[in-house]
């Protein structure tokens, strides 16, 4: 098992810039494959990128391209999301989650979560 907990979430003005964390409890980090996700008020949970297991493949929602840019650091059990020219839309809770299986882009395909953290952009 692995425990996730998200950090690095809060108010930022458009256009502006937050680099997320997630930290993973256990000596398996490098043996999933780790995702981030995001629920807005209403809406389902969205996939927005995923990395394999070395942090050498990533793949990335389409709307998000460009804008996002997710990274692991396995020494320190941890995965990041950089998010570049924030809108107010992108206002959201983000979780990182983690599975075993490469390329997954469903929610319910996820075995672990974090709590999340609140992002909220203003305008």
């Known amino acids: 098992q692995v425990q996730l907990v998200e950090s690095g979430g809060g108010l930022v003005q458009a256009g502006g810039s937050l680099r997320l964390s997630c930290a993973a409890s256990?000596?398996?980090?490098?043996?999933?494959?780790m995702a981030w996700f995001r629920q807005a008020p209403g809406k389902e949970r969205e996939f927005i990128a995923g990395i394999n297991w070395s942090g050498t493949s990533t793949y990335y929602a389409d709307s998000v391209k460009g804008r996002r840019t997710i990274s692991r650091d396995n020494a320190k059990n941890t995965v990041y999301l950089q998010m570049n020219s924030l809108k107010p839309e992108d206002t959201a809770v983000y979780y990182c989650?983690?599975?075993?299986?490469?390329?997954?882009?469903?929610?319910?395909?996820?075995?672990?979560w974090g709590q999340g953290t609140q992002v909220t952009v203003s305008s």
């Open positions: 989650a983690a599975d075993r299986v490469w390329g997954l882009r469903s929610a319910d395909k996820y075995d672990y």
């Open positions: 256990g000596r398996t980090f490098s043996s999933y494959v």
